[in-house]
């Protein structure tokens, strides 16, 4: 049905080259990462922790994008986003974008073809397919 990916975000002003940050720098951030893992967001952020050999000294547990979202344009920390969350954020002018964290994976909606007509799946798969088309 479609791909999404995940970025790493940061508040304006943060990495003064986000082209070419300096981790060690980024490390003595507060992050905002997710509470619970596994989840695609905990993957990217320990996959690129593991590559930058570093960990956050301080975190902000959250498990809402949109709380994610507003914790990193008001200056908190850097933090994960999904694509479309992080570009709708960087073309409102609220964050800037560090570089791709991660592969996010697949959005797949399935259901049994006996009940795809019922109303709330049929509404609930016009959704998604106007979301990732």
């Keep these: 049905m479609g791909r999404f990916s995940i ?3 940061a508040p304006k002003g943060m990495v003064a080259d986000p082209s070419d940050p300096d981790w060690q720098a980024l490390a003595e951030q ?5 509470s619970e893992r596994p989840s695609c967001c905990g993957l990217a952020g320990e996959a690129l922790f593991l590559r ?3 960990r956050p000294r301080q975190v902000i547990g959250i498990d809402r994008e949109a709380a994610t979202r507003s914790l990193i344009a008001s200056g908190a920390g850097p933090g994960f986003l999904h694509d479309r969350a992080a570009f709708a954020a960087r073309d409102n002018g609220e964050l800037e974008l560090i570089c791709q964290a991660g592969q996010g994976g697949d959005v797949v909606f399935a259901t049994l073809a006996s009940r795809a007509e019922e109303p709330l799946i049929a509404a609930t798969g016009a ?7």
């Design 127 to 133: 959704i998604a397919d106007d979301l990732w088309p």
């Design 30 to 34: 507060t992050w905002i990462l997710p």
């Design 7 to 9: 970025w790493l975000a």
């Design 52 to 54: 930058h050999q570093f």
